[in-house]
Nanobody
Framework: QVLLVESGGELVQAGGSLRLSCVVS????????????MGWFRQAPGKDREFVGH???????VYPDSVKGRFSISKDIDKNTIYLQMNNLKPGDTAVYYC??????????????WGPGTQVTVSS
């Protein structure tokens, strides 16, 4: 059983930065990070769920072109937390952001566990 809870979403101006957190509600997060790829997705109203990156069990990261160079994913094992650092935010980044644990990749169906999401709104 893996429980994920995102936080940090808020209203920001275009060009600003924001860091999202995803806390893994389990005693030993090392076990989670060594077992699952941790991914970030986002979904805006009326749009499909969109992959924004993952970090795998070997700490390798993957990002789509839409966020590459602006977003980065990191881990803090001692805090049982995965982060999504978002810089140079654009209005198109507005969405509910979800963290997930699973096999990894850009296809959401390969993830087994999901957090409830946190809203990010970027104003012009």
């Amino acid at each position: 059983q893996v429980l994920l809870v995102e936080s940090g979403g808020e209203l920001v101006q275009a060009g600003g930065s924001l860091r999202l957190s995803c806390v893994v509600s389990i005693g030993n997060s090392r076990r989670v990070f060594n077992t699952y790829t941790m991914g970030w997705f986002r979904q805006a109203p009326g749009k499909d769920r969109e992959f924004v990156g993952h970090v795998d069990t070997n700490d390798r990261t993957v990002y789509p072109d839409s966020v590459k160079g602006r977003f980065s994913i990191s881990k803090d094992i001692d805090k049982n937390t995965i982060y999504l650092q978002m810089n140079n935010l654009k209005p198109g980044d507005t969405a509910v952001y979800y963290c997930a644990a699973g096999l990894g990749g850009a296809d959401a169906r390969w993830y087994d566990y999901w957090g409830p999401g946190t809203q990010v709104t970027v104003s012009s």
